[in-house]
Structures are given as C-alpha cells and as structure tokens.
C-alpha cells in the first residue's frame, strides 16, 4: 500500500493545475445489434480506445485487462488468454474441448478459446461488456464479451511507421497504409510484429526460455456499391511463436527444465459483413466469418532436468536406477469454425419503437493431437480426438417508449447445440441440447446527459464431456473409488447465469462516468476440480448446485481544464460457491461457502494524463487487484499487489517519440497457480504451490511518424 500512497500523492501533484474545460470524445459501443451511444446502453461496460492503448504501451490483450473493473485473467500459458468476467470464467483448457463463459470477438470472428489472437496493433477500440449476453451471443456470453474493433478502412489517406525497442531484448515493428482506392472503394493495411528475450532464465539450458515472438497482418476493404448498399471484408492472419517455461521448482523466474516448451498459434480468418438499407422499413445485414487455427501447447512435465539430483539425497547413483520421473506433455490443436449471422433491423421509427430479428447458424471442428509419456504403461502415450459442433440460434429484441423519459426493451434467444466427442481413448459423447437467453431492461433518461436503467438477464453456457480424468485414472492405476467418482462425471451439465443489475450512467461536456450494481445466480455451476496423487494427478470439470457472484463497478474520466485528465476504476465482487464436492482419495469434501476461483474482491485502476505544453504528454497510473483462489479445489492463493505504469511523449507535426515504462516498481505478482507434488528433492513428498508471475518491470523507447 506504500506504493499505493505514493502514487496518490503524485497524482494529485500533478493534476492540481485547472483551467478551461476540453471536451471528451462520444462513447459509442459496437458490439450490440446496432452502434449505441454510451448513455443509452443497458449493460456495464468498458471501452478502452486506440490512444489509451497507445498510452500504455499494450501490444497484447492481457496488457490492458485491469483497466476494466471486475475482469481477470489466468495465464498457464505464454499469454494471460483465459479470461474472467465476475469471478466466471475457464482458467486453462488441456485435453478436453470447452465452451468458454467469456467470449472473444476480434472483427467478427471469435476467437474464444484462442486468446494469443488478441494481438492490438491498430486497434480502434476493445469493449468489456459484463454480465450474460445470452439474447446478443448466446452460449459465448455467460459472463460476459471482450469485443475487439480494429480501426477501420476510409477514404482519409493514411500511412504510418511504428519502431520500438525496450529491454529484455525487445522490438517492435509496425507500417499502416489506408485510403481510397477507387470510387466508394476503401482499403487498409496493417502488419505489426513484436519480439522479446522474454523473462524466463534458463539456468539449466543457459538461456532465455521464454522469448516472444508475434506476427500480425490484417487487410480491410470498405466497399459502398450502391447508396443502399454498404460492404466490409477483413482479412486476419496472426503467428505466434512463443516459449513457455513458465513455473520453476523455486516460484521465480529462474526454471530447470532441460525439455522447455512452446505456445504457439497461427490463424487465418475473413469476415464479411453487408448492409442492405433499401427497404422501408428495416435494414438487412449479413454476416458470416471463417478461421482456420493451428495451435501447439506444450511443455516440460517435471519442471526439471535429469541432473536435478545429482549430489543430494535423492541421486539416481545412490538408488540404483532413476526412480524421479521426466516427460513432456504437447497438445496440437486445429480448429475450424464458420459463422452464418442474417438480422433485420427497424428503421427510425415515428412511434418510439425498434426491433431486430435475426438467425444465427455455426460449425466448428477441432481435431486435436496429444502426445506425451505414459508412465502406467512406460511407453509414449498418443491421443487423438474430434470435437464437432453446430449451433442453430433464433434471437430478437424489441425496444418500445412508454412514456418520453422511459424505454422498455425486451430480448430473446432460442439455441440448440448439437455435439459429438470420439477419442482414441475409447471415450465419447453426444450432447444434443437446447437452451434459452432473455434480457428485459428498462432505461429511464434522468436528462438529456444522465440516464439509469434496470435489468434482468439470463444466459447460458452448454455442458461438455470430461474424456481424459476418466481414462488417467484408470491407467494410473489409482483406486476403485476414484474411478467412480470420475465415471460419474464423464459428462456434466449445461450452466445457466440470472442476472440482476440497476446502473447509472452520466456524461457532461468534460467528463464520464458509470456505475453498476448486480446479483447474479448461477445454476449447475460449472467448476474446474482436480485429484492429485504424488506427482500424478487429473483434471475434470463438475456441477456444483449453484453459485452466487454479487458486486458494484464504477468507472469514469474527467478533465480538469485543457491540459489535465483524470480516470478510474473500480470493481467489487463478493462469491460463493454451494454444494460443490472434491475427492480427496477417502472421501468428499465440501468446498461450499467458500470464494470462487479468480475473483479477487476488489480491483482497481487510477490515473492522469497530462499534456504539459503543446508537444509533451505525460501518463502516470496504477492498478491492482485483492488475492484470489487459484483453483476451486485447494487453498492456495494468489498475493495483492499494485503495479504502476507511466509513458512521456513528444510530438511534432507528424513525430512522436515516447518513452514508457510498466510495473515500474518490479513488482513480483501471480497470474496462475497450481497446488501438487513435483520435487524430486524432496522425493514428491508433499503437495506445494506453484506460481507463475507475471511480467516484471519493463521500459522501451517508441517512435511513431505519420504522413
């Protein structure tokens, strides 16, 4: 907190020059049916737009996250991807296919379980939207979206260079190029690619382990054929290539693996998008998007190295044979996916009412490859699996005024989803199911700057199958009643969410601000359980009878005179968890009453930006988050912590040279935790914690110039 007190005092130093107002930019969200502005939106939400990303010197999702209250992340992997909107959300996904509670949308394609995407180079905005979004995005949305918008294709002539450079070996590379390219015909072009050492010290290998290493390139074309007539494609091509040695046996960032892995993702994705306006009476839009990803995902088992022991007490030379165990575990994935979207949408109406009808249709197919050891059998193990999908969703919404302050909106969703699960293993299923998402929202506008509304909401997220912790135990040999236990949960239920929510919303020439209160209920909620033996152990996901996730959010921005602006978040969020059970070996154990997995109970950002004459601009803030559980099946938990971040730019005519810094303090914190037994050692003799931290303290140097 002395970091903490420090930062207030600064900031409040810095801000204390007032002079004349300077007008902030109208909030508009697009990830609803249609563009809205911010004061008529029913939903908490967080727009984080190109400068502030810019500011912080973000080139990856998991770099803005905190700004927005009440969303975490967890990492296990090269990148923090598994995201937490409310204390709901996956944290990791290994062998078995997942429907994930949050989604991600980037340009139109969801990538929702394929977060290294998330790459913000010319990005336009990125939109939180919290709470089920089960009448917009179906089974996408229990707990809400991460919608990312990059900047679009105008006639306005556009060519950039972006050069970086930082230490841990970084460097960054960037070219936009945009404008007309014939009558009502728009282009853009954007390629970026950042590289870095990484943070990771090999000291077995004697090198860096954890290098970075991402490609994007994104073509957009807007095309205007007649004047009811409006057409978008977006062309998305990322590479990722990034090194995974996350954890060491020691919880910092020096590792001993001699067999470090790798987190890499590459993807290519269109989206086509087409307003037809002629009719009277409505709009037609078509959507449709196709992706094609190859990921791989692999790591060194043992954390270790087969000298690990050599001179302590458990030497292979003083046993007589290596009785530690050494492995690899890669999972290579590929996943198609194709969306078809059609909606209607009403025209202005003279009688105060609006309405959208639309038909949603999807296939997906992920094929996966796991190879790794398999000690039962002291052989090398290989799995392959099939995950079909195909989703078919009816939806609409209608919006009416009941008096001229007061608007009713009513929203539905019907979806089936139909799946099919075959593994090597001899595992499958057949989830065919239906399911339903609503939203009934009243909006009261207080005035023409001022408006609150009330909602309720339900969404949904669809059951799975848990096809490896069934077939582990079994060849791990672990006991009679494990087995059952697991064989129980080969499947497990579909999760709904109610959503209860009053909010606030407010705007004035010079500042902003939202504020949201909500209760939601979770039903057959699903939870992420683990049973270790040793070093050996298994993952499945289970229903527990309910949960309920209750808190406020408030966000908001001001200018204080035409040189100084002030910005904040907050977020508090209280969980429970009831009837939900783990094995212990002997028997269940009740975790209910306790907190939910990463959901810390507060969470914050706070900050100013200062233009200190006309060519400098300065940037201070901080953020952080209370600790959290890592998992909802042991104790063990992450630390609190505050970072702070700051950038110093100059600008000329078309220059910017900027310097920035994050987590200035070198802050050790926690973005994943695992709890078992994997040090030889100390003969894997008791379950430990282990933790992953994120980045530590990083500075570069940026230089963007425009013509």
């Not at 004047?227 to 590479?239: K, M, S």
């Not at 699960?421 to 001899?426: E, K, M, P, V």
Request: glycine share 10%; hydrophobic share 40%; proline share 2%.
């Amino acid at each position: 907190m002395k970091t903490l007190r420090t930062f207030l005092s600064l900031t409040l130093a810095l801000s204390s020059a007032v002079s004349a107002q300077s007008a902030l930019e109208e909030m508009v969200i697009t990830a609803d049916f249609r563009e809205t502005a911010f004061l008529d939106t029913t939903t908490s939400l967080s727009i984080v737009d190109g400068d502030t990303i810019v500011s912080r010197g973000a080139t990856q999702l998991e770099e803005i996250l905190n700004l927005a209250p009440n969303l975490n992340y967890a990492a296990g992997a090269s990148r923090g991807r598994y995201l937490q909107i409310r204390g709901i959300g996956e944290r990791s996904q290994f062998v078995d296919p997942i429907s994930p509670a949050v989604g991600l949308v980037i340009d139109g394609v969801d990538f929702s379980t394929m977060g290294n995407a998330a790459l913000l180079f010319d990005t336009d905005r990125v939109e939180v939207l919290r709470g089920p979004q089960g009448t917009r995005y179906g089974s996408s949305g229990l707990a809400g979206l991460v919608n990312i918008r990059s900047a679009a294709a105008t006639a306005e002539p556009t060519v950039s260079l972006n050069l970086g450079a930082g230490n841990y070996g970084r460097t960054d590379l960037g070219a936009v190029i945009g404008g007309a390219l014939a009558d009502n015909l728009n282009g853009r072009l954007a390629i970026n690619r950042n590289e870095s050492d990484g943070f990771i010290d090999n000291t077995y290998l004697n090198r860096n382990t954890g290098d970075r290493d991402e490609l994007a390139l994104r073509g957009k074309l807007a095309w205007q054929p007649a004047a009811a007539a409006d057409v978008q494609l977006t062309y998305l091509f990322v590479d990722v290539d990034n090194g995974y040695d996350a954890f060491s046996l020691d919880n910092n960032r020096r590792t001993l693996s001699d067999q470090p892995g790798m987190d890499r993702q590459r993807s290519n994705a269109v989206a086509l998008s087409s307003t037809l306006s002629g009719a009277a009476q409505f709009d037609v839009e078509l959507t449709t998007s196709y992706q094609a990803t190859a990921a791989e995902y692999g790591y060194d088992e043992d954390w270790t190295n087969t000298a690990i022991c050599e001179g302590l007490a458990c030497d292979s030379d003083d046993w007589g044979f290596d009785w530690w165990y050494s492995s690899t575990d890669n999972y290579r994935r590929q996943l198609n996916s194709a969306e078809f979207n059609v909606r209607l949408l009403s025209k202005a109406s003279a009688i105060d009412t609006s309405w959208v009808a639309g038909a949603f249709y999807k296939l997906n197919n992920e094929n996966l490859r796991r190879t790794y050891f398999e000690w039962a059998l002291a052989t090398d193990g290989l799995l392959l699996s099939t995950y079909k999908t195909r989703e078919l969703a009816l939806y609409g919404e209608y919006s009416m005024q009941l008096a001229a302050p007061l608007t009713l909106t009513l929203g539905g969703r019907w979806q089936n989803l139909d799946a099919d699960y075959r593994d090597s293993h001899a595992i499958s299923a057949s989830p065919d199911e239906s399911q339903w998402g609503a939203e009934v929202s009243l909006k009261y506008d207080l005035s023409d700057n001022a408006s609150t509304y009330a909602l309720v909401s339900r969404g949904f997220k669809p059951g799975g199958v848990n096809g490896s912790a069934l077939y582990s135990a079994q060849i791990n040999g672990f006991s009679a009643s494990v087995i059952n236990f697991l064989n129980e949960r080969l499947t497990y239920e579909t999760e709904t969410a109610l959503n209860l929510e009053i909010g606030l919303k407010a705007a004035g020439n010079n500042w902003r601000a939202g504020l949201a209160a909500f209760r939601m209920h979770r039903d057959q909620v699903q939870l992420k359980g683990w049973y270790n033996e040793g070093p050996d152990f298994v993952g499945y996901t289970d229903n527990g009878a309910s949960g309920i996730n209750t808190g406020l959010e408030a966000e908001g921005s001001m200018w204080l005179g035409d040189r100084v602006e002030v910005f904040g978040s907050l977020g508090l969020l209280s969980t429970e968890i009831e009837d939900f059970f783990i094995f212990d070996g002997t028997g269940l154990i009740d975790q209910s009453g306790r907190n939910q997995a990463h959901a810390p109970s507060y969470q914050f950002n706070l900050g100013t930006e200062l233009s200190l004459d006309d060519h400098w601009r300065a940037r201070l803030e901080a953020e952080g988050k209370d600790s959290f559980y890592f998992s909802d099946s042991h104790d063990q938990r992450s630390s609190a912590f505050v970072l702070v971040h700051a950038r110093l730019a100059y600008q000329r005519e078309n220059l910017e040279l900027s310097l920035w810094g994050r987590n200035l303090t070198d802050t050790d914190y926690e973005v994943r935790g695992f709890y078992f037994a994997n040090d030889p050692r100390d003969f894997y003799a008791d379950d430990e914690a282990y933790t992953q931290l994120g980045d530590p303290r990083t500075f570069g140097l940026g230089l963007r110039y425009a013509f």
